[in-house]
């Protein structure tokens, strides 16, 4: 009996072409121009006065100082907002899902005598629009200016991820529906017990669609709230930044001295960062459901 010979075929040296080298170079370029004005406003948030001052600041932090975040933090209105924030965008976003739901799950049964007619309904409201003055005296005469509601209920439902939602539930197998109700299931139970489980990876990405739009939103608050205790946290930054515009155009003038403008920067970057930091945190616990929603239907079974 002869010794078993093994051939090990050597790999060859993955060669890569001309075009993925330029493809990996411009998602290179496209990273940068993303997270490089995020490291510079993360420096300027960690930087003094007097490096912000002398315009040393780049991407890395420059005699390092947490002030602006210590002012931050020190602010109660700040932290109240950031608490009422996150309040005001968990609502909306339960709010709108199950109104999303419980419009899109009907719109793909063929019984629903005018299906049609609803459909069009939902689309003629992205392209045609009342405009923000009708909207602005429907909040009124409503009485819900100056309330959390008039943050929550004008933009309840997105007609595009209700579009999205039920191009899913179409998708599902009917024979699904059918043997469901031949075990005496109704439609509520159906939508629960069958078609829900089968759409977290869709539910999972209109719901980071809604809670993103909600936590960066403030053009309603600024038309809708007066109080400060009510203003959502991107109100009060877009506040911040245009206070330090203010700064900055009085500095250009001679009317205000350096050392405010860049005590403004400061606090200013790291308000964005205090911002910013609670969507980064919960966006990788939903990332997995969100590459699958966006690519259901790019393979049929």
Same mark, same amino acid.
């Given at each position: 009996?002869?010794?078993?010979?093994?051939?090990?075929?050597?790999?060859?040296?993955?060669?890569?072409?001309?075009?993925?080298?330029?493809?990996?170079?411009?998602?290179?370029?496209?990273?940068?121009?993303?997270?490089?004005?995020?490291?510079?406003?993360?420096?300027?948030?960690?930087?003094?006065?007097?490096?912000?001052?002398?315009?040393?600041?780049?991407?890395?932090?420059?005699?390092?100082?947490?002030?602006?975040?210590?002012?931050?933090?020190?602010?109660? $209105?700040?932290?109240?907002?950031?608490?009422?924030?996150?309040?005001?965008?968990?609502?909306?976003?339960?709010?709108?899902?199950?109104?999303?739901?419980?419009?899109?799950?009907?719109?793909?049964?063929?019984?629903?005598?005018?299906?049609?007619?609803?459909?069009?309904?939902?689309?003629?409201?992205?392209?045609?629009?009342?405009?923000?003055?009708?909207?602005?005296?429907?909040?009124?005469?409503?009485?819900?200016?100056?309330?959390?509601?008039?943050?929550?209920?004008?933009?309840?439902?997105?007609?595009?991820?209700?579009?999205?939602?039920?191009?899913?539930?179409a998708s599902l197998p009917s024979e699904l529906e059918?043997?469901?109700?031949?075990?005496?299931?109704?439609?509520?139970?159906?939508?629960?017990?069958?078609?829900?489980?089968?759409?977290?990876?869709?539910?999972?990405?209109?719901?980071?669609?809604?809670?993103?739009?909600?936590?960066?939103?403030?053009?309603?608050?600024?038309?809708?709230?007066?109080?400060?205790?009510?203003?959502?946290?991107?109100?009060?930054?877009?506040?911040?930044?245009?206070?330090?515009?203010?700064?900055?155009?009085?500095?250009?003038?001679?009317?205000?001295?350096?050392?405010?403008?860049?005590?403004?920067?400061?606090?200013?970057?790291?308000?964005?960062?205090? $911002?910013?930091?609670?969507?980064?945190?919960?966006?990788?616990?939903?990332?997995?459901?969100?590459?699958?929603?966006?690519?259901?239907?790019?393979?049929?079974?």
């Amino acid at each position: 009996m002869t010794a078993a010979t093994h051939v090990v075929k050597e790999k060859k040296p993955k060669i890569w072409s001309p075009g993925q080298v330029a493809l990996c170079f411009f998602i290179f370029l496209v990273v940068l121009t993303c997270v490089l004005p995020f490291l510079n406003v993360i420096a300027i948030s960690l930087s003094s006065k007097s490096a912000i001052l002398r315009g040393d600041v780049s991407f890395w932090p420059v005699e390092f100082s947490t002030k602006a975040y210590q002012a931050i933090f020190s602010d109660k $209105a700040l932290i109240n907002s950031l608490w009422y924030t996150i309040k005001l965008t968990v609502i909306y976003t339960v709010l709108a899902m199950v109104m999303t739901i419980l419009m899109a799950y009907p719109l793909t049964k063929k019984r629903l005598h005018g299906r049609n007619f609803f459909s069009f309904l939902a689309l003629f409201t992205m392209y045609f629009s009342g405009g923000t003055i009708p909207i602005y005296l429907n909040v009124k005469e409503f009485g819900m200016l100056d309330t959390m509601w008039s943050l929550i209920i004008p933009g309840l439902l997105s007609t595009y991820n209700m579009i999205i939602m039920k191009s899913f539930f179409a998708s599902l197998p009917s024979e699904l529906e059918e043997a469901a109700t031949i075990d005496g299931a109704n439609d509520f139970q159906i939508l629960l017990q069958v078609y829900l489980p089968l759409s977290l990876a869709s539910i999972a990405t209109l719901t980071l669609f809604y809670a993103v739009g909600k936590w960066n939103s403030f053009a309603d608050a600024k038309y809708y709230i007066t109080s400060r205790a009510l203003q959502p946290l991107q109100l009060k930054l877009y506040n911040i930044i245009k206070g330090a515009t203010a700064v900055d155009v009085a500095a250009i003038e001679g009317g205000s001295n350096s050392n405010a403008q860049s005590i403004s920067e400061s606090i200013e970057s790291a308000t964005i960062i205090f $911002a910013t930091l609670p969507i980064l945190v919960v966006y990788p616990f939903v990332q997995r459901y969100f590459v699958s929603g966006v690519t259901i239907g790019a393979v049929k079974g």
